[in-house]
């Protein structure tokens, strides 16, 4: 069963998911260092990249 149903049937809340990078830049935009600018550049690390970078 897709993740976005087993969620979306525990409310009644419009549900939309996506990538939690692009979600962290618009977070940014919206609440963070990017609020008083045009436009910003966010970068994301995290632990499955690394774990892939120690595999190397």
Request: glycine share 8%.
């Amino acid at each position: 069963m897709p993740l976005r149903r087993l969620i979306a049937a525990g409310t009644d809340l419009p549900l939309h998911i996506d990538n939690g990078a692009k979600t962290l830049g618009q977070a940014e935009m919206w609440f963070g260092v990017g609020r008083r600018r045009r436009m910003a550049r966010v970068t994301s690390h995290d632990k499955t990249l690394q774990k892939l970078q120690d595999r190397l």
